[in-house]
């Protein structure tokens, strides 16, 4: 069993920046891809990014691609989502999730961290 917690969420102007922090424990950390999601209110939830286990490769949905930076520690069993140039419409309950990116695109994950709320004001 892997238990995720994110932090790192908060408000922030349009153009500002977050980063966000995933920390997972109970498993093998560097065996996962880790994911991130997000949901706004009314929404679906939608893939943000992911990163495979030896952090060699990384892949983002095209409305973050060149503003988000997703990043991992595996001696410290943790994920980062630095996020640039953030836009109102980033506005979401962000979730961490470990797995593997085929079953990220169909937005399904072995486990899910709470979530942690980013608002963008404009």
């Known amino acids: 069993q892997v238990q995720l917690v994110e932090s790192g969420g908060g408000l922030v102007q349009a153009g500002g920046s977050l980063r966000l922090s995933c920390a997972a424990s109970?498993?093998?950390?560097?065996?996962?891809?880790m994911g991130w999601f997000r949901q706004a209110p009314g929404k679906e939830r939608e893939f943000v990014a992911a990163?495979?286990?030896?952090?060699?490769?990384?892949y983002y949905a095209n409305s973050v691609k060149g503003r988000f930076t997703m990043s991992r520690n595996n001696a410290k069993n943790t994920v980062y989502l630095q996020m640039n140039s953030l836009k109102p419409e980033d506005t979401a309950v962000y979730y961490c999730?470990?797995?593997?990116?085929?079953?990220?695109?169909?937005?399904?994950?072995?486990?899910w961290g709470q979530g942690t709320q980013v608002t963008v004001s404009s």
């Open positions: 990163i495979i286990g030896t952090g060699g490769s990384t």
């Open positions: 109970g498993g093998t950390f560097s065996s996962y891809t």
């Open positions: 999730a470990a797995g593997s990116y085929v079953s990220f695109l169909r937005k399904v994950a072995d486990y």
